[in-house]
T-cell receptor, first 112, second 114 residues
Framework: NAGVTQTPKFRILKIGQSMTLQCTQDMNHNYMYWYRQDPGMGLKLIYYSVGAGITDKGEVPNGYNVSRSTTEDFPLRLELAAPSQTSVYFC???????????FGEGSRLTVL | QQQVKQSPQSLIVQKGGISIINCAYENTAFDYFPWYQQFPGKGPALLIAIRPDVSEKKEGRFTISFNKSAKQFSLHIMDSQPGDSATYFCAATSGSGNTGKLIFGQGTTLQVKP
């Protein structure tokens, strides 16, 4: 049972490039989330989804897009990468709305 | 009003000592308060959680104390061990129609010295 899997683990982008962070879960969870973690700032919610075909913005959605075509997958798209998007990105999932999240191991992105 | 404020930012404790991390919130609609533990290079993992209908919850060496009137809650780690060295996040959410979105505190890096 793999849980939540994120790829890639590390990536360096140049300013203006685009990329997609992949996230897949094998627990049949309806709820999925993307957070970013910056030193001293905790984790900030970027986007979330309550089921296939349904997504909504979190606290810091600017510069990002998501889609949820299946229960398992929740990719995060970065368009026109900026240095401010240098961060560690975490995907998470949950089976209920209780706040008990299962996190992936993170994707470290550097924009130069 | 959506913020959760966590302190201290970092903490150094001797092995066997008590580690205490504090969090405060303003939104009285919050009704679920989890603590997450994160080791370097890993994602956060749920450690312990409490709802506001109780003032304390204990699981092994980990205890959450909750003060509803002060809108504060804290994590106590008794008999701290070097293996407890990690970053700890408090969080809060409200269940009713909130889809489980967690508001996280800023994090506390705990170092337990042997």
């Amino acid at each position: 049972n793999a849980g939540v899997t994120q790829t890639p683990k590390f990536r360096i982008l140049k300013i203006g490039q685009s990329m997609t962070l992949q996230c897949t879960q094998d627990m049949n969870h309806n709820y999925m989330y993307w957070y970013r973690q910056d030193p001293g700032m905790g984790l900030k919610l970027i986007y979330y989804s309550v089921g296939a075909g349904i997504t909504d913005k979190g606290e810091v959605p600017n510069g990002y897009n998501v889609s949820r075509s299946t229960t398992e997958d929740f990719p995060l798209r970065l368009e026109l990468a900026a240095p401010s998007q240098t961060s560690v990105y975490f995907c998470a999932s949950s089976t209920t709305n209780t706040g008990e999240l299962f996190f992936g191991e993170g994707s470290r992105l550097t924009v130069l | 009003q959506q913020q959760v404020k966590q302190s201290p930012q970092s903490l150094i404790v001797q092995k066997g000592g008590i580690s205490i991390i504090n969090c405060a919130y303003e939104n009285t609609a919050f009704d679920y308060f989890p603590w997450y533990q994160q080791f370097p290079g890993k994602g956060p993992a749920l450690l312990i959680a409490i709802r506001p209908d109780v003032s304390e919850k204990k699981e092994g060496r980990f205890t959450i104390s909750f003060n509803k009137s002060a809108k504060q809650f804290s994590l106590h780690i008794m008999d701290s061990q070097p293996g407890d060295s990690a970053t700890y996040f408090c969080a809060a959410t409200s269940g009713s129609g909130n889809t489980g979105k967690l508001i996280f505190g800023q994090g506390t890096t705990l170092q337990v010295k042997p």
